[in-house]
């Protein structure tokens, strides 16, 4: 039996005893354990309850020569069955290659209405150990792990003056460390101005860059209906259209953060950061371009590059305080900060490849509604083991929530006799 059509217990089982999941982890995942009222309480403000959605795996997916089963939190039905099958279809071609840089986050100290900026970047400029020693003390845990505090460049936009920090956060996002750097920065600073910073704050743009490719044989892109040379072109084509199209750009990066936001959020990272971090690079040409590209080579083959930052961490923040996100730290295999990128990047790029697919093939709606069916069956009352039935019934008739709510009462006229 595969994977997919398995319950949920028996996929626990096999990984179990393939070896990528503990027991003790498989238990907590079969627990469903919501958080506890303590936890709940302490992570937000206000908390009322708890918004619960379904934890699924892309299976299989190779980088770097490696297989991963990747975690991914997600509401839309088709997500993991995309990433799982476009996993399946770069591996048949060796997999995804990812170069990760080294992660630093940078943050930014602003000052406004400073009279003499030049003197006031000499200042600063001359006095760099002693910034130095500001962030080591305010953070001084960091530098013993062997981070903190690298780099300060001064520039002035527009009529502002201001400090670029680069800091290695080492395993962890980053954003806490930063802020806590710059803001005891600022003070420092400010001081020596003789006036207080406008602000204090990371930026969630980062120049430090992942990049994955793959390289596909055509004949392994094919479809039911359509060879795999015509795919392959098909699918360049696309990408040639999202390069002068930004209506199609931003649904082309939307399909790659369907994969790349799922796997975020299951690690327990802030996909906000992600996300802003991801736009920002699609635009910093000036234009609005897609996040990955593919190329026919002159074999015919197809080549994808996807390029976007990366700002998340392997400890630290909601990581450490959600019990699940240990269980899927430990299933993804996400060791350290370079592995979990590099996960994301190829996740990004193989969710690509199976939506420019399907939209090069048959078109997305055959495969989404088929998945869409069970969500639909639920939105028209559909409850336990009538939301499989209802959906099954669903695939005769057109997919709207007036047949599945017929579906229901019909179904339950028939027990009911
Ligand atoms: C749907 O969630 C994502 C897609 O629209 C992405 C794309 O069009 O490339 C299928």
Redesign the pocket.
Known sequence: MKFYQMSAAARRAALVESGALTAADAAVLAAAPGLTPAVADSLIENQLGQFTLPLGLARDLRVNGRVYQVPMVTE?P??IA?ASNGARLAALSGGVHVETRPHRVTGEVVFDGVADRTAAAALITARMADLQAVAAAAHPSIVRRGGGLETVTVSTPGRFLKLSLQVDPQAAMGANIVNTIAEAVAAAVGQWLGQPALVAILTNASPQVTTATVTLTAATLATRDVDGETIAARIGA?SDLAECDVD?AV??N???M?GIDAAVLASGNDTRAVEAGAQAYAAHTGIYRPLAVWRQTTQGDLTGTLRLPLQVGVVGGAISALPLAQVTKRLGGYTDVATLQAVLAALGLVQ?LA??R??AGPG?QAG?MALQARSLAIAAGARDTEIAAVAARLQAVPKDLAHAQAIVAELRKDDAQ
Request: charged residues 15%; proline residues 0%.
């Open positions: 839309e088709s997500v995309a696309l199609r649904t082309h939307k399909g790659i369907n690509n939506a420019l399907a939209l997305i989404h």
